[in-house]
């Protein structure tokens, strides 16, 4: 499969917004929505990035950063969610900031259905969990969401997962 | 699989035994007969577990990231390991020297009625570990080989992995602290200071 290459400056919003909010670990299952992102994090000498293998890897991760005074982010796509339910209970009893940074899959123009019953529950089953969900469907407000998340979060010390609309990917016409 | 060697060192001994040595080290202890024998020798400097089975290894690297010049040692058990077993391959890609990981295996999930894990059946968490590019990995049997591995959980090249077999004696559960915001707090307040840990 080609990668489209739209140029698109949210990416690098929400760079910046990670940046501002002092995110020093960046821990991410790698996605084709955070392509541009997780190259900015990892080639940023004041960001640890780190690959996983499962997304529950990654909160894990981020509760040890938390207890070591850094803070941290979460990259991942919707796909993931169910991932990261049990997991969630770390940050979730123990009142760890966690923000997650989720890029849709299984709505808008979606070409795979196999990515509809996670994609289309991925808010309800956060929400259930005690997560907080923030949504940013257009490209101009993507930065602001994520840094109101992340002030909500660290501020707080609760759980945000910004969800990241699959309209902001752009349409794959997969009927050609 | 004849002639497997048994475990018969005794976890509390282990438990006592490393913490005896640790310094200032930081450590992360899993779910659950880890966490419970850490706390018999309970300090501000340890984050016991309790929920997130699969959660122990992965702490330990963001712990480690954060704080480079700190030595921390995770402690955890073969089952919470093998739960999280794909924590081992980003742990070795990610290959922080600071970071120790020691399994108390006694081959059974203790809490749930002593059914066997994969590592009766032949599984090698040590093996696992080498092969996922750790620094260096050891399986480990006896007293003598537990002095001798000691040091190296607090000052050999990481990430170290060591597999330390123990006999399958069971201990009343000791309910220590045990609510997570509670020792999330003390923890940072100990390690940060207060203005920090709470800001």
Redesign the interface.
Known sequence: MKHESISRVWPDDIFDALKKADV??V?YVPDAGHIELIASCTGDPDI?A?????E???????????????R?ALLMQSSGAGNCI??L??PL????PLLMIVTMRGEWGEFNPWQLPMGQNTERVFQDMGVYVQRANHADEVGQVVYAASQLAFSSNCVVAVLLSQRLLGFKDWSK | MTDRKKGTLDRRYVMRTIVAQRGDT?M?TGLGSTTYDAGTVDHPNT?C?W?????????????????PERRVLVMTGDGEALM?L??L??IG??HPRNLAIAIIDNEHYSETGMQATHTQRGVSLGAVAQACGFAQSETIYTEAELEAMVPKLFGAEGPFFGVIKVNTQRYPMSIRVRD??Y??DR??EN??GAE?AYY
């Open positions: 020093k670990q821990a640890t780190v690959s996983l293998t499962t529950e890897e990654g909160i894990a991760m981020l509760a040890g950063a938390w207890l070591g005074g850094d941290g049990n997991m209970s770390v009893h123990c009142r760890m | 930081l992360v984050f577990l929920g997130g089975m699969g959660a122990a290894a992965m702490t330990g690297l963001g712990l480690a990231l954060a704080q999280g794909g924590a391959a980003t890609a990610q997570g915001a020792l999330k923890f940072r390690l940060l920090r």
